[in-house]
């Protein structure tokens, strides 16, 4: 059963994934009633799944290792998130 959040859930989803192109990521939305979004580095090969959640702060963008960008700027989200699935740096 859906969340009474779906629809804010999945266009808050859908503003960020139009972002993502830009900085040169890949996504699609999956999950049908409580969506995510599953985004990957097409050169990386890297790909995590970006979960939309209501706080005491606003919306906000979680994903796997931590990564976490609020829903208010969604550039430097979709920055954040490219970050996260760039290359590991060298020590």
Request: glycine share 14%; charged share 15%.
């Amino acid at each position: 059963m859906a969340s009474g959040y779906t629809g804010e859930r999945r266009a808050l989803l859908t503003a960020l994934a139009e972002l993502l192109p830009t900085q040169g990521l890949v996504s699609r939305m999956v999950g049908g009633d409580d969506p995510v979004l599953w985004v990957w580095h097409p050169s990386t090969g890297r790909q995590t799944i970006v979960f939309a959640t209501p706080s005491n702060r606003g919306w906000l963008f979680l994903w796997s290792s931590g990564g976490q960008g609020g829903a208010d700027d969604l550039e430097r989200t979709a920055g954040a998130l490219r970050q996260s699935l760039d290359p590991a740096q060298p020590g």
